[in-house]
C-alpha cells in the first residue's frame, strides 16, 4: 500500500514568509508525528497527534509554529514569520493505534526540504 | 538532561566483514530501542525494535543488543554489503510510547 507522503518535497522562500507543510500518513495510522532534521544535527521531535487527544506539542520550538490534523488524517505544519534557522528538513511519520501489535514502529514519509533565503 | 550518543564519525569497513554501532544514552529510563536506516534525501527506514527487557534481538543479517546497566546498545551487521552503506539512527522512546528521541546516527561505508 501507499505510504506516508509530504507535499511539497522541495519549498524555498523568503524570510518571514509563512509556509504550510503537508503530511499525508498511511490510511488506518491514528497517531500522526513530525520531526525536524537540521543539517549536521539529528532528528528532532516537534508534535505528535494520537486519534482524538489533544496534541503533543512539547517539541515546537517556538509560537511561530502550529501544526493541525483534519478528521484524524491529513496533517498541515505551519511555520509562520520563517527564518533562516528555519532552514532543515520536516519529516512526518505515521504509526498504528496505540492497542495494535505494531504500534511502536514509526512510518516515515520522505521529507520537506525548507530553505529560508 | 536526557542524550543520546553515536558515534559521529563514519565507519568504514571492508564487504564481509561485521559493522558494529554503539548508542549509549544518559538521563534516560527507555521502555524500548529502535534502530533505523536513513538514505541521504529520505526518510528512515524501520528496521529492529528491542525492549528493555531484552537482551538481544535478530532478524536476517542485523542484530541488537540492549543494556540497561550500562544504558546502551549495539548493532551489528554481519556479511556487510556495499547496499548497507546509509546512516543509522539509534531511538529511544519513552514508557508513554510515543515521541521518538533520536541519536545523531553514525554513517556506514561499505566497500567491496
Known amino acids: 500500500g501507499a505510504g506516508v507522503s509530504q507535499s511539497p518535497s522541495n519549498k524555498v522562500t523568503e524570510k518571514g514568509k509563512d509556509v504550510e507543510l503537508r503530511c499525508d500518513p498511511i490510511?488506518?495510522?491514528?497517531?500522526l508525528y513530525w520531526y525536524r532534521q537540521s543539517l549536521g544535527q539529528g532528528l528532532e521531535f516537534l508534535i505528535y497527534?494520537?486519534?482524538?487527544?489533544?496534541?503533543?506539542k512539547s517539541g515546537l520550538p517556538s509560537d511561530r509554529f502550529s501544526a493541525e490534523r483534519t478528521g484524524g488524517s491529513v496533517s498541515t505544519l505551519t511555520i509562520q514569520r520563517t527564518q533562516q534557522e528555519d532552514s532543515a528538513v520536516y519529516l512526518c511519520?505515521?504509526?498504528?493505534?496505540?492497542?495494535?501489535?505494531?504500534?511502536?514502529?514509526?512510518?516515515f514519509g520522505p521529507g520537506t526540504r525548507l530553505l529560508v533565503l | 538532561s536526557q542524550k543520546i550518543e553515536q558515534n559521529s564519525e563514519a565507519l568504514n569497513i571492508q564487504e564481509g566483514k561485521t559493522a558494529t554501532l554503539t548508542c549509549n544514552y544518559t538521563?534516560?529510563?527507555?521502555?524500548?530501542l529502535q534502530w533505523y536506516r536513513q538514505d541521504p534525501g529520505r526518510g528512515p527506514v524501520f528496521l529492529l525494535l528491542?525492549?528493555?527487557?531484552?537482551k538481544e534481538k535478530r532478524k536476517e543479517r542485523l542484530k541488537v543488543t540492549f543494556d540497561t546497566t550500562l544504558k546502551q546498545s549495539l548493532f551489528h551487521i554481519t556479511a556487510s554489503q556495499p547496499a548497507d552503506s546509509a546512516t543509522y539512527l539509534c531511538?529511544?522512546?519513552?514508557?508513554?510510547?510515543?515521541?521518538?528521541?533520536f541519536g545523531g546516527g553514525t554513517r556506514v561505508l561499505v566497500k567491496p
Open positions: 497527534f494520537q486519534g482524538n487527544s489533544a496534541p503533543d
Open positions: 511519520a505515521s504509526s498504528l493505534p496505540r492497542l495494535a501489535g505494531d504500534r511502536e514502529t514509526q512510518y
Open positions: 528491542i525492549r528493555e527487557n531484552e
Open positions: 531511538a529511544l522512546t519513552g514508557a508513554a510510547g510515543n515521541k521518538l528521541t
Open positions: 490510511s488506518g495510522h491514528t497517531a
Open positions: 538521563n534516560y529510563s527507555p521502555a524500548y
